[in-house]
Protein backbone atom coordinates (compact mmCIF):
# COMPACT_ATOMS: atom_id res chain seq x y z
CA UNK A 1 0.00 0.00 0.00
CA UNK A 2 1.84 3.16 -1.53
CA UNK A 3 1.05 6.56 0.72
CA UNK A 4 0.37 9.33 -1.61
CA UNK A 5 2.11 12.60 -0.62
CA UNK A 6 1.15 15.69 -0.40
CA UNK A 7 2.94 18.71 -1.08
CA UNK A 8 2.34 21.21 1.68
CA UNK A 9 0.26 24.13 0.77
CA UNK A 10 1.46 27.75 0.43
CA UNK A 11 -0.18 30.76 1.74
CA UNK A 12 0.14 33.39 -0.89
CA UNK A 13 2.08 36.36 0.99
CA UNK A 14 -0.55 39.84 1.16
CA UNK A 15 0.21 41.96 -1.13
CA UNK A 16 2.27 44.81 -0.35
CA UNK A 17 1.38 48.14 -0.77
CA UNK A 18 3.75 50.48 -2.94
CA UNK A 19 5.30 53.20 -0.87
CA UNK A 20 5.33 55.15 -4.00
CA UNK A 21 2.40 57.28 -4.69
CA UNK A 22 2.88 56.69 -8.51
CA UNK A 23 0.38 53.93 -8.74
CA UNK A 24 -1.81 55.11 -6.73
CA UNK A 25 -2.13 58.22 -8.70
CA UNK A 26 -2.03 56.16 -12.13
CA UNK A 27 -4.96 54.57 -10.68
CA UNK A 28 -6.66 57.75 -9.41
CA UNK A 29 -6.11 59.48 -12.58
CA UNK A 30 -7.73 56.68 -14.76
CA UNK A 31 -10.56 55.85 -12.91
CA UNK A 32 -11.71 59.63 -12.51
CA UNK A 33 -11.41 60.20 -15.88
CA UNK A 34 -13.30 56.72 -16.64
CA UNK A 35 -16.62 58.44 -14.35
CA UNK A 36 -16.05 61.88 -16.34
CA UNK A 37 -16.20 60.14 -19.51
CA UNK A 38 -19.06 57.67 -18.66
CA UNK A 39 -20.96 61.27 -17.97
CA UNK A 40 -20.25 62.56 -21.21
CA UNK A 41 -21.50 59.48 -22.97
CA UNK A 42 -25.11 59.20 -21.16
CA UNK A 43 -25.12 62.46 -21.86
CA UNK A 44 -24.45 61.64 -25.49
CA UNK A 45 -21.69 63.84 -25.86
CA UNK A 46 -18.26 63.33 -27.31
CA UNK A 47 -14.78 61.90 -24.89
CA UNK A 48 -12.83 64.53 -22.72
CA UNK A 49 -10.30 64.59 -25.30
CA UNK A 50 -12.76 67.17 -27.53
CA UNK A 51 -13.56 69.27 -24.54
CA UNK A 52 -9.41 69.22 -24.02
CA UNK A 53 -8.78 70.29 -27.37
CA UNK A 54 -12.12 72.66 -28.00
CA UNK A 55 -10.87 74.49 -24.38
CA UNK A 56 -7.26 74.62 -25.02
CA UNK A 57 -8.64 76.96 -27.85
CA UNK A 58 -11.33 78.91 -26.56
CA UNK A 59 -8.42 80.69 -24.28
CA UNK A 60 -5.85 80.74 -26.49
CA UNK A 61 -5.28 84.28 -28.80
CA UNK A 62 -7.80 84.15 -31.43
CA UNK A 63 -9.20 80.80 -30.73
CA UNK A 64 -6.23 79.41 -32.32
CA UNK A 65 -2.99 77.64 -31.96
CA UNK A 66 -0.45 76.20 -34.47
CA UNK A 67 -0.98 72.43 -33.79
CA UNK A 68 2.60 71.55 -32.31
CA UNK A 69 1.27 74.25 -29.71
CA UNK A 70 -2.34 72.64 -29.52
CA UNK A 71 -0.58 69.24 -28.73
CA UNK A 72 1.61 70.36 -26.49
CA UNK A 73 -1.12 72.69 -24.67
CA UNK A 74 -3.74 69.68 -24.74
CA UNK A 75 -0.98 67.32 -23.79
CA UNK A 76 -1.61 65.48 -26.53
CA UNK A 77 0.79 63.23 -28.50
CA UNK A 78 1.03 65.11 -31.83
CA UNK A 79 -0.26 62.24 -34.45
CA UNK A 80 -3.32 61.35 -32.04
CA UNK A 81 -3.68 65.02 -32.48
CA UNK A 82 -3.85 65.62 -35.71
CA UNK A 83 -6.51 62.39 -35.72
CA UNK A 84 -8.73 64.23 -33.54
CA UNK A 85 -8.50 67.64 -35.09
CA UNK A 86 -9.31 65.71 -38.45
CA UNK A 87 -13.05 64.70 -36.63
CA UNK A 88 -13.28 67.50 -35.07
CA UNK A 89 -12.99 69.40 -38.32
CA UNK A 90 -15.37 67.17 -39.51
CA UNK A 91 -18.26 67.88 -37.35
CA UNK A 92 -17.38 71.85 -37.70
CA UNK A 93 -15.96 72.05 -34.72
CA UNK A 94 -12.75 73.70 -35.81
CA UNK A 95 -11.04 74.24 -39.06
CA UNK A 96 -7.64 74.72 -39.98
CA UNK A 97 -6.02 77.49 -41.37
CA UNK A 98 -2.54 77.75 -43.14
CA UNK A 99 0.34 79.10 -41.70
CA UNK A 100 1.78 81.94 -44.40
CA UNK A 101 4.94 81.62 -45.57
CA UNK A 102 5.30 77.69 -44.14
CA UNK A 103 3.33 75.27 -46.63
CA UNK A 104 3.36 72.18 -44.19
CA UNK A 105 2.25 74.42 -40.90
CA UNK A 106 -1.27 74.78 -39.77
CA UNK A 107 -3.36 76.31 -37.58
CA UNK A 108 -6.40 74.71 -35.52
CA UNK A 109 -9.07 77.36 -34.58
CA UNK A 110 -12.23 77.10 -32.84
CA UNK A 111 -15.65 77.87 -34.92
CA UNK A 112 -18.53 79.26 -33.08
CA UNK A 113 -20.26 75.51 -33.51
CA UNK A 114 -16.79 74.33 -31.33
CA UNK A 115 -17.52 76.48 -28.74
CA UNK A 116 -21.53 76.14 -28.27
CA UNK A 117 -20.11 72.34 -28.08
CA UNK A 118 -17.71 72.95 -25.34
CA UNK A 119 -20.05 74.52 -23.34
CA UNK A 120 -22.46 71.92 -23.71
CA UNK A 121 -19.72 69.28 -23.31
CA UNK A 122 -19.20 71.70 -19.68
CA UNK A 123 -22.76 71.60 -18.47
CA UNK A 124 -21.76 67.50 -17.57
CA UNK A 125 -18.23 68.16 -17.31
CA UNK A 126 -18.07 70.08 -14.03
CA UNK A 127 -20.52 68.87 -12.04
CA UNK A 128 -19.33 65.15 -12.92
CA UNK A 129 -15.13 66.68 -11.34
CA UNK A 130 -17.61 67.65 -8.51
CA UNK A 131 -19.12 64.98 -7.57
CA UNK A 132 -16.24 62.41 -8.42
CA UNK A 133 -13.21 64.95 -7.33
CA UNK A 134 -13.87 67.75 -4.85
CA UNK A 135 -16.39 66.79 -2.94
CA UNK A 136 -13.90 64.13 -1.63
CA UNK A 137 -11.59 66.62 -0.41
CA UNK A 138 -11.44 69.64 1.94
CA UNK A 139 -11.07 73.46 0.65
CA UNK A 140 -6.85 72.61 2.47
CA UNK A 141 -6.28 69.43 0.46
CA UNK A 142 -7.51 71.12 -2.68
CA UNK A 143 -5.18 73.75 -2.67
CA UNK A 144 -2.68 71.17 -1.51
CA UNK A 145 -3.15 69.12 -4.09
CA UNK A 146 -3.16 71.92 -6.51
CA UNK A 147 -0.03 73.28 -5.39
CA UNK A 148 1.73 69.54 -5.50
CA UNK A 149 0.89 68.72 -8.87
CA UNK A 150 2.54 72.97 -10.03
CA UNK A 151 5.18 71.81 -8.47
CA UNK A 152 5.44 68.64 -10.27
CA UNK A 153 4.49 70.55 -13.57
CA UNK A 154 7.24 73.26 -12.88
CA UNK A 155 10.16 70.66 -12.10
CA UNK A 156 9.11 68.78 -15.46
CA UNK A 157 9.52 71.97 -17.40
CA UNK A 158 5.34 72.01 -18.43
CA UNK A 159 3.42 74.36 -18.59
CA UNK A 160 0.83 75.19 -15.28
Not at 76 to 98: A, F, H, Q, Y
Not at 144 to 156: G, I, Q, S, T, V
Request: proline share 6%; glycine share 4%.
Amino acid sequence: MSEKKTRPTRSKPPLKKEPSAWPMFLKAHDALVARVEERLCDAGLPDLSWFTVLWVLERAPDQRLRMAELADAAVIPRSNLTRLVDKLEKDGLVVRERVSGDRRGAYARLTPEGDSMRKAMWTVYKPAINEVFLQHLSAQETVALREMMERLLEANHTEV
